[in-house]
Nanobody, 132 residues
Framework: QVQLVESGGGLVQHGGSLRLSCTAS????????TGWFRQAHGKEREKVGT??????????TTHYTDSVKGRLTISRDTDTIFMQMNDLKSEDTAVYYC??????????WGKGTQVTVSPGAWGQGTQVTVSS
């Protein structure tokens, strides 16, 4: 049975970056559509983005949900799917799952990796006075 394993999650501050990875045991998934999904606590699982590669031409297409466009980038090499996550926000906190559609052989999911984005920190502030 194919096993997908996600890694790279963790705790990061608001505005920070993480890079998630997804690998598969016992198979290559270069030519299959692979997606990243996420599920925040108390919410339904949602699709974040997908990557599809034509194995004959190596032409690759990616698609992203609107809320992550410009901040998340999905890429791949032969054995691994990556998702670079930049400018992370608190609403990105979720468990992130890798998903591969093997067509007639079914769809496989990984067990997920937790991404937690902590709120930005504020200092106490300092008074600035401009005299005339």
């Amino acid at each position: 049975q194919v096993q997908l394993v996600e890694s790279g999650g963790g705790l990061v501050q608001h505005g920070g970056s993480l890079r998630l990875s997804c690998t598969a045991s016992r198979t290559k998934f270069y030519s299959y559509t692979t997606g990243w999904f996420r599920q925040a606590h108390g919410k339904e699982r949602e699709k974040v983005g997908t990557i599809t590669t034509d194995s004959r031409t190596d032409y690759t297409t990616t698609h992203y949900t609107d809320s992550v466009k410009g901040r998340l980038t999905i890429s791949r090499d032969t054995d691994t799917i990556f998702m670079q996550m930049n400018d992370l926000k608190s609403e990105d906190t979720a468990v992130y799952y890798c998903n591969v559609d093997f067509g007639q052989f079914g769809v496989e999911w990984g067990k997920g990796t937790q991404v937690t984005v902590s709120p930005g920190a504020w200092g106490q502030g300092t008074q600035v006075t401009v005299s005339s």
